[in-house]
């Protein structure tokens, strides 16, 4: 059973005829077509090219929306007039965006923005890096911008890289595999003579010796505090991977990683504590 109208289904009414498009769950005019971009109903943006209204998609009206917001809040630009962010808004939450619904914390950290740039901080330092990595544990998309944005005031690009969980984790790959092969070796050698042992229960018995030893080694003598990150250059937007920590006593990067783009050659600085990357002032 389908609830709604068929896709394509026409409804005459007093005046005129509307269809029904079930990609995007709007009635449209018969006289345009579904792609087409209705200004009344929904938020629209100008081709430059032929001048004709353009439909975004949720994922690209959410992007503006949280542009404006970010701009508005941080920069103090405002990027959307009032009623231009009025209609984009109501037509986020017509679409069932959860993004227009900030919570307490996404609230306090435009709030704590907005404060520090007038002069008059609500927050202290401490404070303001303990939210903001809150809302990065929570997902929150105020915290986090993927995206490079670069600023024509001060000439710096900015982006948020990304914690590489899978290539952290292949750090222990080496030292897990030896001290696995090491206690199979054990078990057939040493234990199997006397009691036989199912190799999967000898394995099991072995795992959290295997996982307590390569974390140790791993840790304190191989990849010493290590933390991975990668994301876009924040000029060019090629991809990046930045390695913190030291590696068999040489060492690296601590709380800060300069880095040079290999595409473009930009170089730039990434934070560890908030991988917050943005290039070095011209």
């Known amino acids: 059973m389908v609830d709604g109208p068929a896709d394509g289904k026409k409804i005459p009414s007093g005046r005129k005829e509307i269809g029904f498009d079930a990609a995007s769950g709007r009635f449209y005019e018969t006289g345009r077509t579904a792609e087409e971009c209705v200004p009344d109903d929904e938020y629209c943006v100008v081709d430059k090219e032929s001048g004709k209204l353009v439909r975004l998609t949720l994922k690209e009206k959410e992007r503006i929306f949280l542009d404006a917001l970010q701009s508005y809040y941080v ?5 959307l007039d009032d009623e231009e ?6 037509d986020l939450q017509w679409n069932g965006s959860s993004l227009v619904q900030m919570n307490r914390n996404e609230a306090k950290y435009l709030a704590a ?6 002069g008059d901080p609500i927050l202290s330092d401490a404070e ?3 939210l903001k990595a809150t809302l990065k544990e929570e997902g929150s998309q105020f915290a ?15 982006v948020t890289m990304q914690e590489d969980f899978f290539r952290t984790n292949l750090l222990y790959l080496p030292v897990g595999s030896i001290l696995f092969l090491l206690w199979l070796g054990f078990g057939f050698e040493v234990i199997e003579p006397f009691i036989r042992v199912n190799p999967l229960l000898l394995i099991a018995l072995g795992a959290p010796a295997i996982y307590s030893g390569t974390k140790t080694i ?14 876009p250059c924040p000029s060019c937007e090629a991809e990046n991977r930045v390695y913190f920590g030291d590696i068999l006593g040489v ?6 990683a300069e880095v040079k783009c290999p595409n473009c050659k930009t ?3 990434v934070q560890r504590n908030t991988l917050r990357a943005s290039t070095v002032p011209k």
């Open 75 to 79: 920069s103090g630009r405002q990027l």
């Open 144 to 158: 986090i911008s993927t995206e490079p944005k670069c600023y024509i005031d001060t000439g710096i690009c900015t």
């Open 267 to 269: 170089e730039f600085t």
């Open 113 to 118: 923005v907005q404060s520090y740039l007038n």
């Open 251 to 256: 060492e690296g990067f601590k709380d800060i």
């Open 218 to 231: 791993t840790d304190n003598y191989i990849f010493v505090d290590n933390k991975v990150a990668y994301g």
């Open 85 to 90: 962010f009025d209609l984009l808004k109501e």
């Open 128 to 130: 303001f890096d303990e």
